[in-house]
């Protein structure tokens, strides 16, 4: 994959494969995203407890095994033109129990000030562009049902699946599996 360049009004972005020195940049919209998004649904000591350290740790693990040929997950930022990270998405092989899709959407974070400007979409369409080049051509996200990004999920066309349980914080929390039995139609033109 080569770097995407898109235009945001008066700002230039790109969009490019994660690299292990990105970890701290895409934590901090990691961390930042949870408790802006969660605010109100995960409880607060839950997103209070959140670990820059601890997440940097987790992503500098991730973006080392993705590195190879056969990795596992895919990663892939959206820098501003300072070069600071302000979104990223993550995928890989299907996780969840649901049949027929090959791939899911893992993860998928934009800071507050990025959102609704269609640099979600363009994060997504590059994820399904190395899914596809992966030969799967269907994918799965989980989300939770408080989540507002269920409507961007929809807004793209994925079909509820089901809904599951799930607990953070000692919450007990219900998400939304959505799926796409094909993600073609999500390829960036």
Not at 24 to 46: E, K, M, N
Not at 118 to 144: H, I, P, Y
């Amino acid at each position: 994959m080569t770097d995407s360049r898109l235009s945001d009004g008066s700002r230039q972005m790109t969009i490019r494969p994660a690299r292990v020195e990105d970890a701290p940049g895409l934590t901090r919209v990691h961390v930042d995203s949870w408790r802006t998004t969660y605010q109100g649904v995960v409880p607060d000591a839950y997103l209070a407890a959140l670990s820059y350290e601890r997440r940097e740790q987790m992503w500098h693990t991730i973006l080392q095994m993705e590195q190879g040929d056969d990795a596992a997950s895919f990663t892939c930022i959206a820098e501003d033109e300072t070069g600071r990270v302000v979104a990223f998405v993550n995928g890989g092989r299907k996780r969840t129990g649901i049949s027929g899709y090959d791939g899911e959407l893992y993860a998928i974070y934009l800071l507050a000030e990025m959102q609704g400007r269609g640099l979600g979409r363009r994060l997504v369409g590059t994820l399904v562009e190395q899914f596809v080049r992966q030969g799967m051509t269907s994918m799965a996200v989980v989300v939770l049902a408080d989540n507002s990004a269920r409507y961007f999920y929809e807004a793209l066309g994925a079909t509820l699946l089901c809904e599951q349980e799930d607990e953070i914080g000692g919450k007990r929390l219900t998400e939304l599996v959505y799926g796409w039995s094909d993600i073609r139609p999500l390829l960036l033109s």
